[in-house]
């Protein structure tokens, strides 16, 4: 069995940050690919970030340049560190992992809220 927990989601005003964690456990060793999809009210899922293993990432342009994905592998634990806020931002964030190339077993969070208001 494998799990995906995430932390940090909140209330933030705009132009505030936030620093989401998504801590894969269970029965691999390390994802692939970790990363962030989040979904606004009436709008379909979309991707946010995401990094593999060797540390390559891939933004949505939505955020490029507010936002930073990390990982740390020993842990199997992934970050986004949200920065510039906007109201837009509102969703609820998915984490989302992949623990192989090919034929990957996907696995989703549970996904926190982030609500951006002031």
């Known amino acids: 069995q494998v799990l995906l927990v995430e932390s940090g989601g909140g209330l933030v005003q705009p132009g505030g940050s936030l620093r989401l964690s998504c801590a894969a456990s269970g029965s691999i060793a390390s994802m692939y690919t970790m990363g962030w999809y989040r979904q606004a009210p009436g709008k379909q899922r979309e991707l946010v970030a995401l990094?593999?293993?060797?540390?390559?990432?891939n933004y949505a342009d939505s955020v490029k340049g507010r936002f930073t994905i990390s990982r740390d592998n020993a842990k199997n634990t992934v970050y986004l560190q949200m920065e510039g806020l906007k109201p837009e931002d509102t969703a609820v964030y998915y984490c989302?992992?992949?623990?192989?190339?090919?034929?990957?077993?996907?696995?989703w969070g549970q996904g926190t809220q982030v609500t951006v208001s002031s």
């Open positions: 989302n992992a992949a623990d192989r190339l090919w034929n990957p077993n996907i696995y």
């Open positions: 990094i593999i293993k060797s540390g390559s990432t």
